[in-house]
């Protein structure tokens, strides 16, 4: 260890103070903070300092999207070869979905630390460490066709307009990674949805089959798979948003860890079962018909727990958690009923709570003091 | 009336056509005219012929209330100045309907609308109400210019990166198509409008330091 700190420190050496190369620090440090504990201390007033700083806490949740990635990229692969053989082999599907999936992450990473290492230069501050997830999650939120430049285009527009615009990590409005993907679906629809794109190379090769449940139930055709492949995730659709198997497992990772508030992935959840039983009630068309499997397919469970929760851009009070989780939930059905064409409700629904998660803090908050108040006025007039 | 005599285009008088461009600029820095920015920049062509009715409509607006502005009753200047400028609206709104009539057709409402362009009433209040015939009609030129060039900056890129299109005509070239690209379905939403405007601002401020307020 004391041989790796050497080295660290000699590389270090001429991005110190007043030296030539200081302006780029940031960038030093970044890499000398992702293998060991920053040195420095709280200088002014009193502060709780954990263990579990911003780095680790980004580590945990990249290790809990681990499962749904990797799981996701065999699907990439199993989706495409099955069209062409009977039985696929379980490595050929996931070096034929990694050949995929790899570049994606590539260029996600490349562009948007770029992005995060010129403005931390420019403003003079450290590199933070929220685009590591963000730039794993970018790439797993895609169809699996998306060209890449597609994907830089996105993934610029989300650190700069949906990031850096309102002061970088930790102040941002909007979740990142889903303003990437709204930009890609309004900037190229044909790209983001249809019943071509779901399934790799599934436009150059004839008599293929690629439409998401959610599309053929808005067509009007049946869902075509059984319950266990919804919930395993061997069927068409982005990415990682597939499995609820292994997003479950991730869910298990934040919840345990209490990186995740729970509140919000169980609300959410609930959300969604009570806007579902609600339409299978009314049931007018096979979209509402579909009862509770809604709860297992499209990108539901993925932007549950892994968007939502969302520290920076959810609601913070323990109330407040279980309103924003809900309305998700509930919205997120609500979208995709109503409007086919959009058939990634929850991922207007987790921008739209977004957007409001302040607004239903400062209620809960006011709704607490005013509780408080009375409560004491109570006291006074009883002594 | 005690005016000073200065020169047509003096130091002062300048600094009316300048300002608005870039430290007073009625969209980026006073916030206004927001509306029309975002629907009647999809395209070069109606941004263009938007901008210039515009001007048209605050040059002589400004000139007439500054005419009028001994006469005007303190109390009801604000119908006199919407009938002043809803007369010149109409007039150029006639012209557009006679002799470019696909634009005014493009520009629909928007047209009708300038009476409402808080920019007008705006420079009507706070400038032409207080101040000379001629520094008026510079006031008025210059903030129309303000408004136009951020009008023409959002419109350039709408089309641009929207419909691979300058004034209609096709900019990014065929091969370009071939080898995969693709026009940017959101630059013709109107959010886009919003926020290229932002970026503009964003561009401005950080050059122009005086603009950032103080804490």
Request: aromatic share 10%; proline share 4%.
């Amino acid at each position: 260890m004391k041989f790796l700190r050497d080295k660290i420190d000699q590389i270090k050496k001429p991005f110190g103070k007043g030296e030539k190369l200081e302006k780029f620090a940031p960038a030093v440090n970044a890499l000398d903070t992702f293998l060991y504990v920053p040195n420095h201390t709280t200088k002014h007033g009193a502060h709780i300092r954990d263990a579990v700083d911003l780095k680790r806490t980004m580590i945990t949740v990249v290790l809990a999207l681990l499962p749904a990635l990797i799981f996701g990229t065999w699907n990439a692969g199993y989706q495409s070869l099955i069209q062409i053989q009977e039985t696929v082999p379980f490595m050929d599907a996931l070096i034929h979905g990694a050949w995929k999936v790899i570049p994606m992450i590539a260029v996600s990473y490349g562009v948007g630390l770029g992005i995060e290492f010129y403005f931390a230069i420019v403003r003079g501050h450290e590199v933070n460490e929220g685009y590591l997830v963000t730039g794993l999650l970018i790439p797993m939120i895609m169809p699996i066709d998306l060209p890449l430049w597609m994907l830089a285009l996105s993934v610029i527009f989300a650190v700069i307009i949906g990031k850096e615009a309102f002061g970088g990590t930790g102040m941002n409005i909007l979740n990142p990674a889903l303003t990437a993907r709204a930009f890609a679906f309004f900037a190229y629809p044909t790209y983001m949805s249809g019943d071509k794109i779901w399934v790799s190379d599934a436009s150059t090769t004839d008599a293929i089959s690629g439409e998401t449940i959610l599309g053929k139930l808005a067509a009007g055709q049946e869902a075509g798979y059984d319950m266990w492949s919804m919930f395993a995730g061997t069927i068409p659709g982005s990415i990682s948003e597939t499995s609820v198997l292994w997003i479950l497992v991730g869910a298990a990772i934040l919840v345990i860890t209490g990186v995740g508030s729970w509140r919000i992935i169980v609300s959410g959840f609930l959300g969604a079962a009570v806007m579902a039983f609600l339409f299978s009630i009314w049931g007018a068309n096979p979209l509402m018909d579909f009862g509770m499997l809604h709860l297992l397919v499209g990108g539901l469970a993925f932007g549950i727990v892994f968007m939502a929760t969302d520290p920076v851009s959810a609601a913070q009070t323990n109330r407040g958690k279980w309103i924003y989780g809900f309305l998700i939930g509930f919205f997120s059905i609500l979208i995709r009923v109503f409007n086919p064409a959009y058939p990634e409700g929850v991922m207007l629904a987790i921008l739209l709570l977004n957007v409001f998660a302040p607004t239903i803090d400062h209620y809960v908050v006011e709704g607490n003091i005013n509780r408080r108040k009375k409560r004491v006025a109570k006291q006074l007039k009883t002594a | 009336m005690a005016e000073e005599k200065e020169s047509l285009f003096s130091k002062r008088n300048r600094g009316l056509l300048s300002d608005p461009l870039n430290d007073n600029n009625p969209i980026t820095v006073q916030v206004l005219g927001i509306c029309s920015a975002l629907a009647i920049t999809v395209q070069l062509k109606p941004a263009i012929v938007m901008s210039i009715a515009v001007m048209f409509v605050m040059a002589f607006s400004n000139m007439i209330i500054s005419v009028l502005r001994n006469s005007i009753p303190n109390r009801i200047r604000i119908i006199v100045q919407l009938v002043i400028v809803a007369s010149l609206v109409i007039i150029v709104d006639q012209v557009l309907k006679a002799y470019a009539y696909d634009v005014s057709k493009e520009l629909s409402v928007f047209v009708g609308l300038i009476i409402t362009n808080c920019i007008v009433m705006g420079r009507l209040e706070a400038f032409a109400l207080g101040n000379g015939v001629w520094r008026s009609f510079l006031d008025g030129i210059g903030n129309a210019f303000g408004y136009a060039w951020i009008l023409i900056a959002v419109a350039f890129f709408r089309e641009l990166l929207g419909s691979g299109k300058l004034f209609g005509f096709q900019i990014v070239p065929q091969s370009f198509y071939e080898m995969g690209y693709e026009n940017n379905g959101l630059m013709l939403l109107s959010p886009m409008a919003l926020i290229v405007v932002g970026i503009i601002i964003w561009i401005q401020r950080s050059k122009n330091r005086k603009l950032i307020e103080k804490h």
